[in-house]
T-cell receptor, first 114, second 112 residues
Framework: DADVTQTPRNRITKTGKRIMLECSQTKGHDRMYWYRQDPGLGLRLIYYSFDVKDINKGEISDGYSVSRQAQAKFSLSLESAIPNQTALYFC?????????????FGPGTRLLVL | SQKIEQNSEALNIQEGKTATLTCNYTNYSPAYLQWYRQDPGRGPVFLLLIRENEKEKRKERLKVTFDTTLKQSLFHITASQPADSATYLCALDRNSGYALNFGKGTSLLVTP
C-alpha cells in the first residue's frame, strides 16, 4: 500500500464550485505539504503544516485553504474554483528530525476547472 | 528573492555516457540541497541529500556535488540507461523550516 495517498486522483469541476482534495499518510510523519505543479512553473508550495496545530501559508496560498484534521490527514480546499487553478496537485510529508528532511510525495491529483 | 535555476532545455545523451545536470541558486544560504526524480504524471521521488559542509555525495551510479562558493550543485548519473530518462529536480530548504523550494527541473532523455 502507498505511504502517501491522495483522493481523488482526477477531478473535473466548474468555475465557482467548492472542492476538496484529500491527503492521507501512513508514514507517521508530522509535517505535511501541498504543492501545485504547472508546466514551465515547476512545483510551488501552497500550504504546509508542521504539526496539527501549526499551519503556514506558502508562496501561492490565495484562493486555497487547508485543514489538518489529524497527524495523518491534510486537506486542501478550493473555496470557489477558477480555471487558472487547473493544475497537478501534490501532497508531501516529512519528518521534523534533523537529517531526515526528505519529502515523500503522493501520486498527485489532476484537477481541471472549466 | 531566492532563485533556483536548472537548465530548461532537455538533456539528450547516449546510453552508457555520464549525464551531468546543473542547479544554480542565488540569494540563498541553504543548509542542504536535495535532488529528486520525477516521471511524467507522478510525484517526485527523493534521490540524494547533500549538506552545506559536504562537498560530494554518492549513491550507486549517482553523484552530487555542492559548491557553496559558486552556489551550484552538479548531479551526475554515470553509465546512464534509458530507464534514467525522467525530469530531475533540485530543491533547497527555505531557511525558515523544512519546507523546500524546488527548481523547475531538467528533463533527461537517454537513448539506446
Amino acid at each position: 500500500d502507498a505511504d502517501v495517498t491522495q483522493t481523488p486522483r482526477n477531478r473535473i469541476t466548474k468555475t465557482g464550485k467548492r472542492i476538496m482534495l484529500e491527503c492521507s499518510q501512513t508514514k507517521g510523519h508530522d509535517r505535511m505539504y501541498w504543492y501545485r505543479q504547472d508546466p514551465g512553473l515547476g512545483l510551488r508550495l501552497i500550504y504546509y503544516s508542521f504539526d496539527v496545530k501549526d499551519i503556514n501559508k506558502g508562496e501561492i496560498s490565495d484562493g486555497y485553504s487547508v485543514s489538518r484534521q489529524a497527524q495523518a490527514k491534510f486537506s486542501l480546499s478550493l473555496e470557489s474554483a477558477i480555471p487558472n487553478q487547473t493544475a497537478l496537485y501534490f501532497c508531501a510529508t516529512s519528518r521534523s528530525l534533523l537529517g531526515q528532511e526528505t519529502q515523500y510525495f503522493g501520486p498527485g491529483t489532476r484537477l481541471l476547472v472549466l | 528573492s531566492q532563485k533556483i535555476e536548472q537548465n530548461s532545455e532537455a538533456l539528450n545523451i547516449q546510453e552508457g555516457k555520464t549525464a551531468t545536470l546543473t542547479c544554480n541558486y542565488t540569494n540563498y544560504s541553504p543548509a542542504y540541497l536535495q535532488w529528486y526524480r520525477q516521471d511524467p504524471g507522478r510525484g517526485p521521488v527523493f534521490l540524494l541529500l547533500i549538506r552545506e559542509n559536504e562537498k560530494e555525495k554518492r549513491k550507486e551510479r549517482l553523484k552530487v556535488t555542492f559548491d557553496t562558493t559558486l552556489k551550484q550543485s552538479l548531479f551526475h548519473i554515470t553509465a546512464s540507461q534509458p530507464a534514467d530518462s525522467a525530469t530531475y529536480l533540485c530543491a533547497l530548504d527555505r531557511n525558515s523550516g523544512y519546507a523546500l523550494n524546488f527548481g523547475k527541473g531538467t528533463s533527461l532523455l537517454v537513448t539506446p
